[in-house]
């Protein structure tokens, strides 16, 4: 299998948008009452919080020995 670079922005993201998934899904069922306006702050939210995950992980310092990484020039 090839392997892939991973993208926490994107993880977190997803994490946001299940929890939305789930608080509409309890309200669907009866379990709580969630007003219709709830769903764009998280949105907001985790999109936000997903930009700033991102943005640390992209400046973060690179190791030179992992596969796929840049070689010094000759």
Request: glycine content about 14%; charged content about 15%.
């Amino acid at each position: 299998m090839l392997r892939h670079e991973f993208h926490p922005g994107k993880l977190v993201a997803g994490l946001f948008l299940l929890a939305i998934a789930v608080v509409y899904a309890g309200d669907a069922g009866g379990a709580w009452d969630a007003p219709w306006f709830v769903a764009l702050p998280m949105v907001m939210v985790g999109l936000l919080i997903a930009g700033v995950v991102a943005a640390v992980h992209g400046i973060r310092p690179r190791s030179s020995g992992r596969a796929g990484g840049r070689r010094p020039p000759d």
